[in-house]
């Protein structure tokens, strides 16, 4: 007869730890290339709406610390669980490997890269809309319905505004995009997930 090597809450710290070193490397690209940015001001011409999805992503990160916790809930993992919050994880990170990359000798400026990079910059951050849902899905039934009908238009508009932002480049849409994705992020922050419930 199978015994229970472990409870459902002792492998979730377990998965919390590999999933929040995945974070943990995000938010050390994303600090690594702000402080690049001190140290060599003049180096590359800086771009405020590339800073401002910098800021948001960063966000992004430590918020999606903080909402996870709601995967203690959770009673039965699954290989397929676990490599579905590692695999998130890992699509966050490659937001910030986007926003700073290795190398800028081919660019002229932030705002050159971050034009020449936004089809995957963009098809990433849309991914991460749908990514949401499942995980919110993974919480079980009743944490879905805690965000009723806000949540189920805000997905669909998010995505939909990446789309658009892969095929325009205009600027103006550009700065309205991110200052309304960081207004709006940090609205939804201190109205739904002020406390871990």
Not at 31 to 39: C, D, E, K, P
Not at 86 to 105: H, K, R, W
Not at 126 to 147: N, Q, W
């Amino acid at each position: 007869m199978p015994t229970e090597i472990a409870s459902p809450h002792d492998i979730f710290p377990h998965i919390r730890i590999v999933m929040g070193m995945v974070i943990g490397l995000g938010v050390t690209r994303l600090l690594s290339g702000t402080a690049r940015i001190v140290q060599h001001p003049g180096q590359y011409r800086l771009y405020a709406v590339h800073l401002a999805w910098v800021a948001s992503v960063l966000l992004m990160l430590v918020h999606f610390w903080w909402w996870e916790f709601g995967l203690y809930a959770i009673g039965n993992w699954t290989f397929g669980k676990y490599l579905f919050i590692i695999f998130y994880a890992i699509t966050l990170f490659l937001l910030c490997a986007l926003l700073f990359p290795d190398s800028m000798l081919d660019y002229t400026s932030y705002e050159d890269y971050f034009y020449s990079r936004r089809a995957w910059f963009f098809g990433l951050l849309g991914a991460t809309y749908l990514l949401d849902v499942i995980d919110t899905l993974l919480k079980g039934p009743e944490h879905f319905a805690r965000f009723g009908n806000e949540y189920l238009i805000r997905t669909p508009v998010f995505v939909a505004l990446c789309l658009v932002a892969i095929l325009v480049r205009d600027r103006r849409f550009h700065i309205a995009f991110v200052a309304a994705a960081l207004i709006y992020q940090i609205s939804f922050i201190l109205r739904l997930f002020d406390t871990i419930v």
